[in-house]
């Protein structure tokens, strides 16, 4: 499975924002993989977001994006997304999407079976 992210940009605090998470599979369709969005900014460890099980049916957050993000997924395109709404200067990062082979994967990265190359999102007035 290869994922691409796209979407990030430079936007100011209290803006949204969609990040999608493309993914290109050789043999099985993305339906059968669960997905999960993580986060790297500077200085600091790559930490969960959200995550999505195979059929959509169960999401998961991390305690400062409750309310404000909204991961979901559109299996019949391939694609992931994470809507994020409110946007604070401390959601600027590197958002990276990931794959794990089964129903629903955890809040630990290394969890995760295939990796997207990152999207750049920045928060700044």
């Known amino acids: 499975v290869q994922l691409q992210a796209s979407g990030g940009g430079v936007v100011q605090p209290g803006a949204s924002l969609r990040i999608s998470c493309i993914a290109s599979t050789s043999v099985r369709s993305l339906s059968t993989y669960a997905l999960g969005w993580f986060r790297q900014g500077p200085g600091r460890e790559r930490e969960f977001v959200a995550r999505?099980?195979?059929?959509?049916?169960?999401?998961d957050y991390r305690d400062s994006v409750k309310g404000r993000f909204t991961i979901s997924r559109d299996n019949a395109k391939n694609t992931g997304y994470l809507q994020m709404n409110s946007l604070k200067s401390e959601d600027s990062a590197v958002y990276y999407c990931?794959?794990?082979?089964?129903?629903?994967?955890?809040?630990?990265?290394?969890?995760?079976?295939?990796w997207g190359q990152g999207t750049l999102v920045t928060v700044s007035s």
């Open positions: 990931a794959a794990y082979d089964g129903v629903i994967g955890s809040t630990t990265s290394g969890a995760y079976d295939y």
């Open positions: 999505i099980s195979q059929n959509g049916g169960i999401t």
